[in-house]
């Protein structure tokens, strides 16, 4: 009974006898059902990828976007449902407005993915409210400590810094795929860039997308790096452009060299 979540999911307040939470559980499904959102810490800045499914062929493109900027030196990826994700880049926005006119400087990272995770736990704790159904991936830089960092904040309200983070439905291979990066060396000059993390993204997205099963999607992408200036922009056409070409190739390349590595083997 508990495992199925039977009567003890009507509230996000209730455990079940297991200790589990089911509307968070459901909240976090909602998350895998979306598209795949991606970011990556490279050794001179951060880059964020969202695979955003066009659902109308009349939609007009770059509306109803996905990544968004919160701050001059912050940047918010979401996936999920947009709607909630837009409460929690709103509360973001606040956030940064609220400590800069209180402080008189610009939100630590750590602070801001800090307040955030509190806001997003806070709507699992009432029988009145529901849990976000979004996740969100936070790329910020100090201005003081001259450091940049990747956080996620999950829909149950826990958050983690990353080298490399996915959310979505290709969440799983994502990450298998993110963990072959040199973005964690010991040695930071060893790590990539990040135009070579705007090329790596673009791949893994076009990896996972299958062309006959899923739906045609827009690729938005945004950094904050030495080359922005470290403030959060999103990464010019012509190099997502050139990316996604050089993906498209490389995903061929490496499929003709399998289909090769087979026939070998069968022709032994």
């Not at 029988?127 to 979004?134: I, N, T, W, Y």
């Not at 958050?159 to 964690?184: H, M, V, W």
């Not at 899923?214 to 959060?232: A, I, Q, R, T, V």
Request: proline share 4%; charged share 30%.
């Amino acid at each position: 009974m508990a495992s199925s979540g039977s009567g003890y999911d009507l509230s996000a307040s209730t455990f079940s006898p297991d200790g589990r939470i089911f509307q968070v559980e459901y909240a976090s499904k909602a998350v895998d059902n979306a598209g795949t959102a991606l970011a990556l810490k490279c050794r001179n800045g951060v880059v964020m990828c969202v695979e955003k499914p066009l659902l109308n062929k009349m939609l007009l493109p770059n509306s109803n976007r996905r990544i968004h900027t919160v701050d001059t030196h912050s940047g918010i990826a979401v996936t999920g449902f947009v709607s909630d994700g837009r409460q929690i880049v709103n509360r973001a926005r606040e956030e940064c407005s609220n400590y800069e006119e209180t402080y008189g400087t610009k939100i630590p990272p750590t602070v801001l993915g800090d307040r955030l995770a509190a806001y997003v736990h806070y709507f699992t704790l009432h029988g009145s409210l529901r849990p976000f159904g979004a996740a969100a991936l936070l790329a910020s830089y100090d201005t003081e400590t001259k450091e940049h960092c990747l956080q996620m904040i999950e829909p149950s309200g826990i958050s983690y810094k990353y080298f490399g983070c996915a959310a979505g439905k290709g969440r799983q291979p994502a990450k298998t795929e993110l963990e072959k990066l040199d973005i964690n060396k010991p040695d930071k000059a060893e790590n990539i860039d990040v135009r070579e993390g705007v090329k790596q993204l673009a791949r893994i997205i076009h990896l996972l997308h299958e062309e006959g099963k899923d739906k045609p999607f827009e690729l938005e992408m945004s950094w904050l790096c030495e080359e922005s200036g470290w403030e959060h922009k999103g990464v010019p056409r012509d190099l997502i452009k050139d990316a996604v070409e050089w993906a498209k190739k490389d995903i061929t390349e490496a499929e003709e060299y399998e289909s090769d590595d087979d026939d070998e083997e069968m022709d032994e």
